[in-house]
């Protein structure tokens, strides 16, 4: 119990010794010493609280925000000295706020437990007591044999003891962890390997003894030591023992392993960062600007208190008749008084903090994120896929993306590879309809004919489908065990009968497209490999192996031909092949891997040698020697290799196209035009992960590839860098791509960051290649905390992009076929990489334009709330005697003037979405924070003190000199002035919001008219009655007796008219003569090309229907947007370039703004501005 609340709390002391020892099936030795090792349970946990912590968490979370712990401070001093307003008025905001904020975050992070609940709660199976278990995946403790089937995940880190195979292996895609899509073997050792059966395993007494848990998934250190009659038998374990968790099972029906590292333990789970709270630019600059408030809060408060001082300096004002001091008010201390007087200033004037803006904003964040949800386009059919929203605390920062690092494996491509062309003895050949055709040539062969192949293009075929690792899963296994002709199931083979699993997807592409054309792989058993040329069985001996490997870039293997000769078959890298090779058309075909290059296409050169019966016992004897040395093991097979991969006899090259999906090409540009740069982090080899970019218009053709790889030390890291760094500035016009692997990025980051930024930065693309899980993290964080703090994005599918999207200021998700471990961890999620687009371009764009104005408008309308206050007290001797009602203090900001913003924060759309898709450049506009600058801030603040003066010395002209206004003579006293202050001030803030709408909706009308009129029939209710549980009666009739008087109407509209006339003016004048790239879009709404930004849009419903098409003329010829006869809107409907039919608009574009990218439809439709 002691040890779950230290763990809960997480106080559990880390591991004391540098290995664990692990006794397999959890067989712990009866004798002897024993100290039994503390492990980790094997549950994931991806969510920030518990059920023990949520409240205390949640609470030291929320009063870090400086409004919440203001508040907090303001409602402590109202219990605790006479203040002139009840505590009730801040009390109840602050709870408000801050527990509709703790149920949003509770549900956000419940449906994290959920998510963790079914990681969790999976099924598995594990040997106990000589039987197999099934149980929850929690359960699985250090030591349990877990059984795992084919097609599953590994819910542990498991030392592989035995599969279903003789030989002890298995065959697992690692594709969630480093984004490799290509088959793996995992080996068990020997003495484990026969033990297939559960009383085997229970009977086997084995200890592994092991590293501590790290991170790096490509180091295993340790070692097996099982007990055999009495005798115990040492076996090292390396990588290739380890089964990872989140790997996946294939090709092996069953294996079984030992857990060694469980839960948090796990090497995938060691790779994920911690959660950390995420915060978004607008709400850093909200906290800047609540402090700045609370600056001219401490100065009125300060400034109020010494001039009562200095007011009172007189006798007669010091103590009126009418109000005489007691005996403890004159003996009191002075010092005592001033802070008394100083903090019920900041009481009465504490309003000019809104607090319900961070609730506003919570409830903006919450609901507005049920609209990505609810977009279609962003909907996948196929899958059915909707986006999925993770946390809504990030919504604006979509909009302010300068850096996106993306993925390459299963987020740009799908994972799917495809042949292309070939060529062959220097012809080119494509594929067509399961042919071999060459260039230029059509396929008129009939259907059903045998295709005329001649002996190099048949041996190029039989290369393809015998040179490769290809592992072959049956529907009905029968062929692979032994016994029987494996041809009996092979001869009528189709796809459906045979799945291909290799070591790479492009030899699973090319030995696909040869069993297409006619030459089939059909088997491979042990030592034998199987094929069929056009219908004819040929069997082949396998010899040798030659295994691919970074250095030399090529794969071979030695065959005995079903007629006794011997032959290398070879492919690999064209650098790696043509200058071994000694015959063939190596010029033509050194062009033609060029040109397929240029296509995109991934290429590979395949050769072959043919071997005296002399010459292979001299191989054999080599490769045998190398392998079988104990010392310098790896120099001898490269010596070995080299000697047998010479004087080849060249046979062609192949071109093979990594299937992207749909609309990447068109997404990456549409990103680089809205001016955010793509950086492509991906564990996949430096020549696969060029080869992409390219295709995927990341690097252009014309573009200079600088390449840092390979480095081995500081010094020639720091050289090439600067050799790099110099290029760049030479060659200044052109644009540059970086290409960077993980060792080279290891010593970049370690001595020379500021060198690598600065070469990055000068790049329009980098391309990082190699990179571990932790290393694509540094690379995201190197970015985040440069001098310029620029906003980042990261998007992933895979358990291997988890901690780059948790460093990222925003993590998306793709919704994959690798798990789920990315969506869970991401604050958002969609299902294909082109839908970025959109998040970003429209609702990102939405995102923050709404939520930029809603806090400016709130400091705006508090500036407007609280200034007539301290204005007021110049003219009540500063006694803190309040303007207005106690009641109104309290439902100004949570009734009076909440809805139309939060409406208004949920609907506004300054330009129509396929406007902003078609033109991403728009997206500049709002990028770097700009609709939040200090420039914009003061423009709003000074506005709200504009408009405060002229509500309270507007009122106080029209009214002041004559107070006897009533028509029966009675006077008008100090509740009632400040009761026409307020109306004119929640008229004149609502209608202004009214001004600063774009986008019409029914519901913007209920709630902006419903408000004021919510006002005016609160009051008359309010000051209509005799409230029994109030103290005092001070607004009894008074608003009654304030409308009854014509001359209380005549300033309410004068000083409304007052304060909105200049807005409208100065938006007519600066949209006339300096407007921005988006107002030019907004006004793009001329006969040509009407939109929905058009202000006839203010009145404008569904289906182009008009609610108020006088006014909406009328608005439209005041600010001189309407120019051209009107006809009613009309828009047909259209399928747009992100699918499902949506309104199109024709747009015209001008020269001075960027053209929208390649495959963007012009939009169909005209929208015309309503006649009167």
């Known amino acids: 119990m002691l040890r779950w609340i230290r763990q809960q709390l997480g106080f559990d002391p880390p591991h004391q010794s540098e290995t664990r020892t692990v006794y397999v099936a959890n067989r712990f030795p009866q004798h002897g010493h024993y100290v039994p090792q503390r492990f980790a349970d094997n549950r994931i946990i991806s969510s920030k609280y518990t059920i023990w912590n949520f409240i205390p968490k949640n609470l030291f979370e929320q009063f870090r925000r400086i409004a919440n712990f203001y508040f907090l401070i303001i409602f402590l001093v109202q219990l605790m000295i006479d203040t002139p307003t009840s505590p009730v008025t801040s009390g109840l905001p602050l709870f408000f706020v801050i527990t509709v904020t703790a149920i949003k975050q509770g549900y956000e992070d419940w449906l994290r437990h959920k998510a963790d609940n079914e990681v969790n709660g999976a099924p598995v199976f594990v040997v106990r007591s000589g039987s197999l278990v099934q149980t929850r995946s929690k359960n699985i403790r250090v030591g349990d044999i877990v059984r795992v089937a084919k097609d599953e995940t ?144 401490l100065f009125e408060a300060i400034l109020s208190t010494i001039l009562k001082y200095a007011w009172q300096a007189e006798d007669k004002w010091d103590e009126p008749f009418y109000n005489q001091k007691t005996e403890q008010e004159r003996n009191s201390s002075p010092i005592l008084k001033f802070i008394s007087d100083f903090l019920a200033f900041l009481v009465l004037y504490n309003f000019i903090i809104p607090i319900s803006l961070y609730v506003t904003v919570e409830m903006q964040k919450f609901l507005g994120s049920f609209f990505i949800g609810w977009d279609l386009d962003l909907y996948h059919e196929e899958s059915d896929q909707k986006a999925q929203v993770n946390t809504s605390d990030l919504n604006e920062e979509l909009g302010q993306v300068e850096y996106v690092f993306t993925d390459k494996t299963g987020t740009l491509t799908e994972n799917e590879m495809q042949f292309r062309e070939c060529s062959i003895n220097g012809t080119k050949y494509r594929e067509v309809n399961g042919k071999l055709v060459p260039e230029g040539m059509t396929d008129d062969t009939p259907d059903g004919s045998t295709p005329h192949l001649i002996g190099d293009e048949v041996l190029f075929l039989k290369a393809v489908s015998l040179c490769h690792t290809v592992q072959i899963s049956y529907d009905q296994p029968d062929c692979l065990v032994g016994g029987g002709d494996p041809f009996a199931h092979a001869n009528g083979f189709s796809s459906s009968h045979m799945e291909y699993y290799a070591s790479s997807p492009d030899e ?90 240029l296509k995109g296409l991934r290429t590979l050169v395949v050769a072959c040698r043919h071997f005296s019966p002399e010459e292979y016992i001299d191989v054999d004897r080599r490769l045998n020697a190398a392998r079988t040395a104990l010392q310098q093991r790896e120099e001898r097979l490269q010596e070995a290799f080299s000697y047998i991969e010479r004087d080849l006899q060249l046979l062609g090259a192949t071109g093979v196209e990594d299937k992207l999906q749909d609309k990447v090409q068109e997404t990456i540009e549409a990103l680089r035009l809205a001016g ?117 994005l990261a998007i992933g599918d895979g358990a291997n992009d988890v901690s780059m999207i948790q460093e990222a200021h925003v993590g998306i998700g793709i919704m994959g076929k690798e798990g789920r471990q990315a969506v869970r961890n991401s604050d958002y999620a969609i299902a294909r990489f082109k839908f970025l687009a959109k998040l970003l371009l429209v609702h990102g764009h939405f995102y923050y334009i709404r939520i930029a ?320």
């Open 154 to 297: 590994f819910p542990v880190d498991l030392v592989l003891l035995s599969s279903d195979r003789p030989d002890g292996t298995c065959h697992i895609t690692t594709a969630s962890l480093d984004g490799e899509t290509n088959l793996k073997t995992h080996y068990s050792v020997a003495e484990t390997a026969v033990c297939q059966s559960v009383s085997q395993l229970e009977a086997l007494q084995a200890v592994v003894e092991c590293q501590q848990p790290e991170a790096d998934l490509y180091r295993f250190v340790g070692r097996i030591t099982v007990t055999q009659h009495g005798e115990e038998i040492v076996r090292p374990l390396g990588p290739e023992n380890l089964l990872l968790r989140g790997a996946r099972l294939k090709n092996t029906k069953e294996i079984f392993g030992v857990a060694v590292y469980t839960g948090m333990e796990s090497k995938m789970a060691l790779n994920y960062k911690c959660k950390s709270q995420k915060r978004s630019a607008v709400e850093k600059s909200m906290n800047t600007f609540l402090i700045i408030y609370l600056g001219i809060l």
């Open 676 to 792: 955010i740069k793509v950086w492509v982090l991906t564990g996949d080899k430096h020549e696969t992960a060029v080869s992409v970019s390219l295709s995927c218009g990341h690097f252009h053709r014309t573009m200079n590839i600088l390449e840092l790889l390979q480095q081995r030390s500081d010094n020639e890291c720091a050289e090439q860098l600067r050799i790099l760094a110099r290029r760049i500035k030479e060659d200044h016009v052109i644009q540059h791509g970086l290409v960077v692997d993980g060792a080279s990025l290891s010593l970049a980051l370690r001595e020379h960051e500021k060198l690598f930024m600065e070469v990055c930065k000068n790049c329009s693309a980098v391309l990082c290649c190699r990179m571990a899980p932790l290393q694509k993290a540094k690379v995201v964080r190197l970015l985040k905390t440069s001098p310029e703090k620029p906003i980042t």
């Open 508 to 597: 699973k592409a090319l030995v696909e497209a040869a069993k297409r054309i006619g030459v089939a792989f059909t088997c491979s058993n042990g030592d034998t490999m199987e094929i069929k040329t056009f219908g004819k069985p040929e069997r082949y001996k396998l010899l040798h192996v030659l295994e691919f490997d970074a250095n030399r870039r090529r794969m071979s293997v030695i065959l005995q031909t079903p007629s006794g000769g011997t032959v290398l078959f070879t492919k690999g890298a064209e650098s790696a092949i043509l200058p071994f090779a000694t015959g063939g058309e190596i010029e033509k075909t050194r062009l033609h891997v060029d040109e397929f290059a």
């Open 853 to 1172: 104005t809603l806090v400016q408008y709130f400091f705006y309308k508090n500036v407007c709330f609280i200034t007539p206050q301290f204005l007021y007290q110049f003219f009540c001797l500063f006694s803190q005697q309040t303007l207005y009602d106690s009641v109104y203090l309290t439902l100004y900001n949570i009734c009076f003037t909440s809805l139309p913003i939060l409406v208004y924060s949920l609907f506004e759309q300054l330009v129509h979405p396929h406007i902003l898709q078609n033109k991403p450049g728009l997206y500049r506009d709002i990028s770097k924070n700009s609709l939040l600058s200090f420039r914009t801030f003061l423009y709003w603040t000074l506005l709200g003190f504009c408009h405060a003066f002229v509500f309270f010395f507007g009122s106080y002209i029209l009214m002041g000199e004559d107070t006897s206004l009533m028509g029966n003579g009675q006077m008008f006293g100090n509740w009632t002035f400040g009761t026409l202050v307020f109306t004119v001030m929640v008229i004149t803030v609502t209608l202004k919001l009214a001004l600063e709408t774009h986008f019409w909706t029914w519901m913007n009308h209920f709630v902006t008219w419903g408000s004021i009129a919510f006002y005016f029939i609160f009051s008359l209710f309010y000051g209509g009655i005799i409230w029994p549980f109030l103290h005092t009666q001070d607004m009894y009739f008074v608003f009654v007796q304030l409308l009854s008087s014509g001359s209380a109407w005549f300033a309410i509209i004068i000083i409304v008219i007052t304060c909105l006339f200049p807005d409208v003016v100065k938006k007519v004048l600066y949209r006339h003569l300096m407007p921005t790239s988006t107002q030019k879009s907004q006004s793009l709404s001329t006969p040509q090309a009407q939109t929905l930004s058009c202000v006839e849009s203010l009145c404008c419903y569904q289906h182009g229907q008009s609610g108020c098409s006088r006014l909406a003329h009328f608005l439209e010829q005041m600010t001189g947007q309407c120019r051209g006869s009107a006809n009613h809107c009309h828009a047909s409907s259209h399928s747009n370039r992100w699918g499902g039919p949506r309104q199109q608009e024709t747009m015209i574009m001008h020269p001075d703004e960027p053209s929208p990218p390649l495959g963007y439809k012009n939009l169909a439709c005209k929208r015309d501005c309503f006649s009167p």
